[in-house]
């Protein structure tokens, strides 16, 4: 079976400081991967997404970008943390049986404040 | 305007209740719908999968799809205190990368 880790599962960090959150899938190979973000009381804002190595979709302009160095690793990388940038950040993967089209299955998520 | 809305509640329940969740859609072109229930502080998980017009029932749940008025409802019979979440709608364009466009979310809270 398929299974989605993102570490860390928290993160306080001050503004102006960088940040990297990593998220990673089991028991599939190729799979689109999700970067999303969660504000308090929100829905899903999509930030990128990727169909393979080193292929990145941005969605929104902003302070963030992603990377996927492997098949089943998606990165979410700032250089600058602004306030702005807190929330809860969910990395999520679809599904690939095609009698379900554009299922998507969500990790634990991270939880970031930015101070 | 929001491709999906959602009113966010919060919604309140006796438990037992029939629990009406709804969403509605402005783009034509959707043709999947799926919804997601979260618990607080968890990643979302995949609850129903609905591809065209009419019901779908697991369970205690049914999910509604009218495409003719743009509106996607969630049904929850004889609710329980576990069904308190925050339930979100998706849809999803053929095609299109898989990507979901989500409603902002139900808050739901069914007290025993």
């Known amino acids: 079976s398929q299974t989605i880790h993102q570490w860390p599962a928290t993160l306080v960090q001050p503004v102006g400081s960088p940040l990297s959150l990593e998220c990673t899938v089991e028991?599939?190979?190729?799979?689109?991967l999700y970067w999303y973000r969660q504000a308090a009381g929100r829905g899903l804002q999509l930030l990128f997404y990727?169909?393979?190595?080193?292929?990145i979709s941005s969605e929104v302009p902003q302070n963030l970008s992603a990377s996927r160095p492997q098949d089943r690793q998606f990165i979410l990388s700032s250089k600058k943390l602004l306030l702005s940038d807190s929330g809860f950040y969910l990395c999520?993967?679809?599904?690939?049986?095609?009698?379900?089209?554009?299922?998507?299955?969500f990790g634990p998520g991270t939880r970031l404040t930015v101070l | 305007q929001k491709e999906v809305e959602q009113d966010p509640g919060p919604l309140s329940v006796p438990e037992g209740a029939i629990v009406s969740l709804n969403c509605t859609y402005s783009n034509s072109a959707f043709q999947y719908f799926m919804w997601y229930r979260q618990y607080s502080r968890k990643g979302p998980e995949l609850l129903m999968y609905?591809?065209?017009?009419g019901n779908k029932e697991d369970g205690r749940f049914t999910a509604q799809v009218d495409k003719s008025s743009k509106y996607i409802s969630l049904f929850i019979r004889d609710s329980q205190p576990s069904d308190s979440a925050t339930y979100l709608c998706a849809s999803s364009i053929y095609n299109q990368g898989g990507k979901l466009i989500f409603g902002q979310g139900t808050e739901l809270s069914v007290k025993p």
């Open positions: 028991g599939t190979s190729n799979p689109n």
């Open positions: 609905t591809y065209s017009s």
């Open positions: 990727s169909v393979g190595i080193g292929q």
């Open positions: 999520a993967w679809r599904g690939q049986d095609l009698s379900f089209p554009d299922t998507q299955y």
